[in-house]
């Protein structure tokens, strides 16, 4: 597989306000990068749920042997598209 786009699934009821309160993220996917457009995902995830509900995230590991996860959000990082990842 080429590039990954990491995505964040937020809980629908938390929405950033005037008082700037993050949204929960509730779970952290990867989609590919889509070959025409490199900084969008493709439509799935790697894990078959729909791109179009989920927030950029904008992470890029740092190195060789970073997660493909933001650290912080080690919990929430979807098993099942992991899986993916290590079978690309």
């Given at each position: 597989?080429?590039?990954i786009i990491v995505l964040f699934?937020?809980?629908m009821d938390q929405?950033?306000?005037?008082?700037?309160?993050?949204p929960v993220v509730r779970g952290v996917h990867a989609a590919g990068a889509d070959p025409d457009a490199?900084?969008?995902?493709?439509?799935q995830t790697l894990c078959g749920l729909d791109t179009d509900a989920?927030?950029?995230s904008h992470y890029?590991?740092?190195g060789p042997g970073e997660p493909w996860y933001p650290p912080?959000?080690?919990e929430q990082r979807c098993h099942q598209c992991?899986?993916?990842?290590r079978l690309a």
């Open positions: 597989m080429g590039s699934e937020l809980e929405a950033i306000g005037p008082d700037g309160v993050e490199p900084e969008d995902p493709l439509p989920m927030e950029h890029r590991p740092a912080a959000l080690h992991e899986a993916a990842l």
